[in-house]
Structure formats: structure tokens, C-alpha cells
């Protein structure tokens, strides 16, 4: 690689200046070298993680009850969505997205003791915080729906989110779902930014109504 190429530069051109005055050129060499490690090791870390976590472009909390995604999202995403890794070898090969993510992120819905519209409402703008672009916000005294868009910062790659909050005895019981329109390895990051969404919206919560709690376990679970 790139890396290794100028790391044995480096270390030639320390190897050259070592024996010569002055030495300038072995500090310049030992500073490249550095440099070259680093972006080596880097390099390899990415790597690693890459092969450590499931090739998947989705997260849910709720695999066995899907939340449906809007049709104008479905009309930007094209294709439809096949759930499946493809049976190439690895570790995760031909598992569904739902083993695949749940041995790896083992999402669960949160239970938040406040009445759904309520919960709907925090939940957009706990989206917002995060940075989701919020497109739909929908309750009723049973149910409510969030959905919005996610543009990655650097890449400028599009995840669609749709957020489900049902009625419960004492409360509400949310579930998320974040999908990439690029179908390639998100490293996590559809996981991870469930996980965010829904710990900043347990902790809006906390005193939202008169002793409001949240629970980040399914109901039965």
C-alpha cells in the first residue's frame, strides 16, 4: 500500500542521512515515518472494523413487525430492498438483515411512560438535534409516525428514518427504522444512529410528564 511504500521511503532516507552531517534528513525521515505508520495503522483499524461488522445498509427495533417507510421514500430509493447478504463467504453470508444485526446491534424498541402525542412531538425534535431532516410528523391519541432524511456530512449519502409510536397501558412503545438508499456496508451506521435517537429522546423525556419514565426494553421483553 501507500503506507508501507513511504514508511521503507522513510526509512531509507534515515538510513542515508544517519551516517552524514548533518542530520536534518533523519529527523525529516523519522517524522515521515511516523506519519506513515499512523496512517497505516489507520488504514488497517477501518479494515477490521469493515470485516468485524455485517455488511448491512438497515436497522431496525422491530424486524418481525417492519415499519413501512413512506411511498415517497420508496419512490427515491428505486429498487426495492432485498433483506438478505449475499452468500458470498464470511462470517455473515446468507444470513438476513435481521441475524446479521441483532448478533451485532441488538436494537430494542423503547417504552416511555407519556401519551403518544406527546412522545411523537419529542421525538421529531430529538430528531432534528440529530440531524435528521424531518419530512412527516403524525399522532393521535393511539399512534403517532415520525419520518425524515439523513444526508451524511462528507459522502452527502441519503438514509431514510421512519419512527412508529404506539399506545401502550402507561405509556408508548417506540420503534425505529433507519435505511441507507445506497446499498453498500454503512459500517453501523444506521445502528448507531437509532441508538442515538432514541437515548436523546428517553432522556427529553425523563420529566416530560408527571413520572415519566423510559425503558429501553420491548414490552414482555
Keep these: 500500500s501507500v503506507s508501507v511504500a513511504a514508511g ?8 542515508l542521512h544517519a551516517a552524514q552531517a548533518p542530520r536534518r534528513g533523519v529527523i525529516i525521515g523519522v517524522a515521515a515515518f511516523t ?17 468485524s461488522l455485517p455488511p448491512i445498509w438497515e436497522a ?7 415499519i413501512p ?14 433483506p438478505r447478504i449475499a452468500d458470498t463467504g464470511g462470517r455473515w453470508a446468507g444470513q438476513t438483515f435481521e441475524q446479521a444485526q441483532q448478533a451485532a446491534f441488538p436494537l430494542r424498541p423503547v417504552r416511555i411512560a407519556a401519551s403518544p402525542p406527546v412522545v411523537t412531538q419529542a421525538t421529531a425534535e430529538a430528531a ?9 410528523v ?20 441519503v438514509s431514510d428514518l421512519a ?5 401502550t397501558a402507561d405509556g408508548s412503545l417506540v420503534d425505529a427504522r433507519s435505511s441507507s438508499r445506497t446499498h453498500a456496508h454503512d459500517m453501523g451506521a444506521n445502528a448507531r444512529r437509532i441508538e442515538t435517537l432514541l437515548a436523546d429522546l428517553a432522556f427529553s ?10 425503558d429501553r426494553s420491548a414490552e414482555g421483553g
Design 8 to 15: 521503507l521511503a522513510a526509512l531509507c532516507a534515515i538510513a
Design 35 to 51: 506519519v506513515a505508520m499512523l496512517i497505516g495503522f489507520r488504514i488497517y483499524a477501518v479494515q477490521a472494523q469493515r470485516l
Design 60 to 66: 431496525q427495533t422491530d424486524w418481525s413487525r417492519p
Design 69 to 82: 417507510l413512506s411511498a415517497e421514500a420508496l419512490a427515491a430509493r428505486g429498487a426495492g430492498d432485498e
Design 128 to 136: 432534528r438535534r440529530n440531524g435528521w431532516r424531518v419530512t412527516r
Design 138 to 157: 403524525e399522532a393521535d391519541d393511539a399512534s403517532g409516525r415520525v419520518e425524515g432524511r439523513y444526508t451524511s456530512r462528507w459522502y452527502g449519502l
Design 163 to 167: 419512527v412508529r409510536i404506539t399506545a
Design 205 to 214: 423525556l425523563r420529566t416530560a410528564e408527571p413520572g415519566a419514565v423510559a
